[in-house]
T-cell receptor, first 114, second 116 residues
Framework: DTAVSQTPKYLVTQMGNDKSIKCEQN?????MYWYKQDSKKFLKIMFS?????LIINETVPNRFSPKSPDKAHLNLHINSLELGDSAVYFC?????WGLGQPQHFGDGTRLSIL | AQKVTQAQTEISVVEKEDVTLDCVYE???????LFWYKQPPSGELVFLIR??????QNEISGRYSWNFQKSTSSFNFTITASQVVDSAVYFC?????????????FGKGITLSVRP
């Protein structure tokens, strides 16, 4: 069973469109994250939710809106997609948001904007 | 200044060579954690190790070993007798007690290529 699963794996779309990426974890963790990995492989946190509550929002444009319907799911909706949004987006989860918790990552969603 | 510096960007070795990946971190906290993650060509991120700031013992797991030295703020990763399957991007990361505890700050990664 996949611990952290993201869908879709690949997403190709045009500039200006709105798209969503879904993430689910079956580990029973309380905390979930979204990271962005750019073309140079640099990984940066975007958001984190603990038990459906937002705890980290790292100066991400308002076009990005995370939603956590329950603690096992954290979806990412992106409005008005721009060329610079092309990246790999990783979802992750950890037991809780305490210091030093290992984060378990999904396989990533490769978003390409045409 | 970067909080996690991985000065080596790309390393290429021949199979069976030993290779060390360097990681230097910066923090004012006395309590923090350091991590290494592996990203193989298939793209997923695999957790390798976690070390807390109070535990400076070196860790060995098979061909992998980690050397944590607070005096030099370094957490280096050595692969002994490298294999082609070790080819990947390796990330060092820091979790500090200042701010959001659970936030991971990653280094820029080191691309390791192991040639047969």
């Amino acid at each position: 069973d996949t611990a952290v699963s993201q869908t879709p794996k690949y997403l190709v779309t045009q500039m200006g469109n709105d798209k969503s990426i879904k993430c689910e974890q079956n580990l029973g963790h309380d905390t979930m994250y979204w990271y962005k990995q750019d073309s140079k492989k640099f990984l940066k946190i975007m958001f984190s939710y603990n038990n459906k509550e937002l705890i980290i929002n790292e100066t991400v444009p308002n076009r990005f809106s995370p939603k956590s319907p329950d603690k096992a799911h954290l979806n990412l909706h992106i409005n008005s997609l721009e060329l610079g949004d092309s990246a790999v987006y990783f979802c992750a989860s950890s037991v809780n948001w305490g210091l030093g918790q290992p984060q378990h990552f999904g396989d990533g969603t490769r978003l390409s904007i045409l | 200044a970067q909080k996690v510096t991985q000065a080596q960007t790309e390393i290429s070795v021949v199979e069976k060579e030993d290779v060390t990946l360097d990681c230097v971190y910066e923090t004012r906290d006395t309590t923090y954690y350091l991590f290494w993650y592996k990203q193989p060509p298939s793209g997923e991120l695999v957790f390798l190790i976690r070390r807390n700031s109070f535990d400076e013992q070196n860790e060995i797991s098979g061909r992998y070993s980690w050397n944590f030295q607070k005096s030099t703020s370094s957490f280096n990763f050595t692969i002994t007798a490298s294999q082609v399957v070790d080819s990947a991007v390796y990330f060092c990361a820091l979790s500090e007690s200042t701010g959001a505890n659970s936030k991971l700050t990653f280094g820029k990664g080191i691309t390791l290529s192991v040639r047969p």
